[in-house]
């Protein structure tokens, strides 16, 4: 070191060296794995190599809504050579259930099915087209249910998986019956498929003493952990899940990658064979759930201008046949049906409709889009009630910074920059001038039509499940300078391992080369939340 350098304090040598720093935080740094994923070297589940005797599963589906099982027959399936074994509830070793928060999730179907799709049983054989044949080839005999196929069928009849409950502040009614105007209507929000571009997918080995090595494609190693063991009967310190990336998550793989985990391992624990599931595409689809189809009932009042005296909203969430993580979502619908706007008397009520349709499962914004579109709704359909320009009506309605701030769940709303927001995105996309532009457009032009709009979105991150924010991170700092990270987060394509790798690159003022990676894994890093609830980087970057 220079005696140039050697006078300055170590604050000063810190930022000369972050100066010349190119993988701190608030740096553009590739993704980890990008050179990877570009030349297909990027390792999934479906990658790695197989394990010898290893078993491939298909799971036979029900094609009933609604039914009684009166009899399953897989002695058929024994007909196939390669088939090692066929399993229906009766030969799960531990708990039969794997429902995320509450029951209503059985591995297999017990008794009777609730949707079509839904596993009645599953074959292991030596390749995937023979588990496949001999698993059509059981006989499986029912009698049909009547079945709910529609949320508001299912809203009507108060056919639910969890209790509604209500948001209220002020008093909506009087304010209702009050108003200068009121408009009630009705909205369908539709589902929505994640298709990630790798399905659901495990693999799974035996180990000594009855545990077991998941590598699975799942947002939540700890609760496919938990899930393992308890359909094995077995405490979580018997298994172990590896996680090092995943081909899209969307949610779809924060509760419902536990299924085929649980069937590989019960299979694996009956064989004491290697066993793999991989979904194919349709099965995918028919088998896991999607993103929560609401059914809105609104009934609004309103002043001449605009200004919202009071609203009733009934959210109805179609969950689907069993509660998984409905509770939670309707939940964030309800708390986000504010958006960005003052509703001062409100009452917000949450259905969790019961169908005989997939269970549906978290999917990014986790009901909050649901909420928001319901809101925006009836922001426009008090506009056009008017006659005015919704982005009027918006703004007249938005949150205030010192008074009418507080939201219908009683939480003040602080830091509020959404005025300033919206004048400079109004003045910067010359909002004003392309709004008469399209008026006069339209005006001229019978068939083709132009919009405009300028909503606002308030989101809350992290979960709604306080004790979930939490997280772990482990690193080794080996003695030629290395360093190993590992924390509980799970890489499903955004860049957390990125990140988080930042994160401890600024800390340790090194280069972020020096950082080496490995997999999600639960005897590392131990009782992980999932990832999710736009969290990952700040629980797991804070953690490392």
Request: aromatic residues 6%.
């Given at each position: 070191?220079?005696?140039?350098?050697?006078?300055?304090?170590?604050?000063?040598?810190?930022?000369?060296f972050?100066?010349?720093?190119?993988?701190?935080?608030?740096?553009?740094?590739k993704?980890?794995?990008?050179?990877?994923?570009v030349?297909?070297?990027?390792?999934?589940?479906?990658?790695?190599?197989?394990?010898?005797n290893?078993?491939?599963?298909?799971?036979?589906q029900?094609?009933?809504?609604?039914?009684?099982?009166?009899?399953?027959?897989?002695?058929?399936?024994?007909?196939?050579?390669?088939?090692?074994?066929?399993?229906?509830?009766?030969?799960v070793?531990?708990?039969?259930?794997?429902?995320?928060?509450?029951?209503?999730?059985?591995?297999?179907?017990?008794?009777?099915?609730?949707?079509?799709?839904?596993?009645?049983?599953?074959?292991?054989?030596d390749?995937?087209?023979?588990?496949r044949?001999?698993?059509?080839?059981?006989?499986?005999?029912?009698?049909?249910?009547?079945?709910?196929?529609?949320?508001?069928?299912?809203?009507?009849?108060?056919?639910?998986?969890?209790?509604?409950h209500?948001h209220?502040?002020?008093?909506s009614?009087?304010?209702?019956?009050s108003?200068?105007?009121?408009?009630?209507?009705?909205?369908?929000?539709?589902?929505?498929?994640?298709?990630?571009l790798?399905?659901?997918?495990?693999?799974?080995?035996?180990t000594?003493?009855?545990?077991?090595?998941?590598?699975?494609?799942?947002?939540?190693?700890?609760?496919?952990?938990?899930?393992?063991?308890?359909?094995?009967?077995?405490?979580?310190?018997?298994?172990?899940?590896?996680?090092?990336?995943?081909?899209?998550?969307?949610?779809?793989?924060?509760?419902?990658?536990?299924?085929?985990?649980?069937?590989?391992?019960?299979?694996?624990h009956?064989?004491?064979?290697?066993?793999?599931?991989r979904?194919?595409?349709?099965?995918d689809?028919?088998?896991?759930?999607?993103?929560?189809?609401?059914?809105?009932?609104?009934?609004?009042?309103?002043?001449?201008?605009?200004?919202?005296?009071?609203?009733e909203?009934?959210?109805?969430?179609?969950?689907?046949?069993?509660?998984?993580?409905?509770?939670s979502?309707?939940?964030?619908?309800?708390?986000?049906?504010?958006?960005a706007?003052?509703?001062?008397?409100?009452?917000?009520?949450?259905?969790?409709?019961?169908?005989?349709?997939?269970?549906?499962?978290?999917?990014?914004?986790?009901?909050?889009?649901?909420?928001?579109?319901?809101?925006?709704?009836?922001?426009?359909?008090?506009?056009?009630?008017?006659?005015?320009?919704?982005?009027?009506?918006?703004?007249?309605?938005?949150?205030?910074?010192?008074?009418?701030n507080?939201?219908?769940?009683?939480?003040?709303?602080?830091h509020?920059?959404?005025?300033?927001?919206?004048?400079?995105?109004?003045?910067?996309?010359?909002?004003?001038?392309?709004?008469?532009?399209?008026?006069?457009?339209?005006?001229?032009?019978?068939?083709?039509?132009?919009?405009?709009?300028?909503?606002?979105?308030?989101?809350?991150?992290?979960?709604?499940?306080?004790?979930?924010?939490?997280a772990?991170?482990?690193?080794?700092?080996?003695?030629?300078?290395?360093?190993?990270l590992?924390?509980?987060?799970?890489?499903?394509?955004?860049?957390?391992?990125?990140?988080?790798?930042?994160?401890?690159?600024?800390?340790?003022?090194?280069?972020?080369?020096?950082?080496?990676?490995?997999?999600?894994?639960?005897?590392?890093?131990?009782?992980?939340?999932?990832?999710?609830?736009?969290?990952?980087?700040?629980?797991?970057?804070?953690?490392?």
């Amino acid at each position: 070191m220079s005696s140039h350098t050697e006078h300055k304090s170590q604050e000063e040598l810190a930022a000369l060296f972050r100066a010349g720093m190119t993988s701190g935080v608030g740096r553009s740094v590739k993704h980890e794995s990008a050179d990877k994923h570009v030349s297909g070297e990027a390792v999934y589940v479906d990658d790695r190599l197989e394990f010898p005797n290893q078993l491939h599963v298909y799971a036979r589906q029900s094609d009933r809504a609604h039914a009684r099982i009166l009899r399953i027959d897989t002695r058929p399936c024994y007909e196939f050579p390669g088939v090692a074994i066929a399993i229906t509830k009766d030969d799960v070793p531990g708990h039969l259930d794997i429902g995320p928060v509450v029951a209503g999730d059985p591995l297999l179907a017990d008794g009777k099915v609730e949707y079509v799709g839904q596993v009645v049983l599953a074959v292991a054989a030596d390749s995937l087209e023979t588990a496949r044949k001999a698993a059509i080839a059981a006989i499986v005999e029912y009698e049909d249910l009547e079945p709910v196929l529609d949320v508001v069928e299912a809203y009507r009849k108060k056919h639910f998986v969890l209790a509604s409950h209500t948001h209220r502040i002020g008093d909506s009614a009087s304010q209702l019956a009050s108003a200068p105007r009121r408009l009630q209507g009705t909205l369908h929000i539709g589902g929505q498929e994640h298709f990630y571009l790798e399905t659901q997918i495990s693999s799974v080995m035996p180990t000594e003493d009855g545990g077991m090595l998941v590598y699975t494609s799942t947002q939540n190693p700890t609760e496919v952990q938990k899930l393992v063991a308890e359909v094995l009967g077995v405490p979580m310190n018997k298994i172990v899940i590896d996680m090092r990336r995943m081909g899209g998550g969307f949610g779809g793989k924060e509760t419902q990658a536990a299924g085929p985990a649980c069937l590989c391992a019960v299979i694996a624990h009956l064989t004491g064979r290697p066993t793999k599931m991989r979904l194919p595409r349709m099965e995918d689809m028919s088998m896991t759930g999607k993103r929560h189809p609401f059914y809105v009932e609104y009934d609004v009042g309103f002043d001449d201008d605009g200004l919202l005296h009071g609203i009733e909203l009934d959210l109805a969430g179609n969950c689907g046949y069993s509660p998984d993580l409905s509770g939670s979502i309707v939940d964030r619908a309800m708390f986000h049906s504010d958006n960005a706007y003052f509703l001062g008397n409100a009452t917000i009520n949450g259905h969790r409709c019961k169908t005989n349709t997939a269970s549906n499962t978290a999917y990014r914004g986790f009901g909050g889009p649901q909420g928001m579109v319901a809101i925006e709704e009836v922001m426009d359909a008090v506009a056009r009630s008017l006659g005015k320009d919704p982005l009027e009506v918006r703004k007249l309605n938005y949150y205030g910074k010192t008074e009418r701030n507080v939201t219908h769940y009683h939480q003040t709303v602080e830091h509020n920059v959404i005025h300033e927001m919206t004048a400079e995105l109004e003045e910067s996309a010359e909002y004003a001038k392309r709004r008469r532009e399209i008026i006069e457009f339209n005006q001229k032009s019978p068939v083709l039509k132009k919009g405009l709009a300028m909503t606002p979105v308030k989101f809350g991150i992290s979960f709604t499940a306080t004790f979930l924010n939490q997280a772990g991170a482990l690193i080794h700092i080996y003695t030629d300078g290395s360093i190993h990270l590992n924390h509980g987060g799970t890489e499903m394509g955004q860049g957390l391992n990125t990140k988080v790798a930042q994160v401890v690159a600024e800390v340790f003022q090194v280069d972020i080369e020096r950082i080496q990676i490995t997999a999600t894994n639960t005897d590392k890093v131990p009782n992980t939340s999932p990832t999710a609830a736009s969290s990952g980087t700040d629980l797991n970057g804070m953690a490392a």
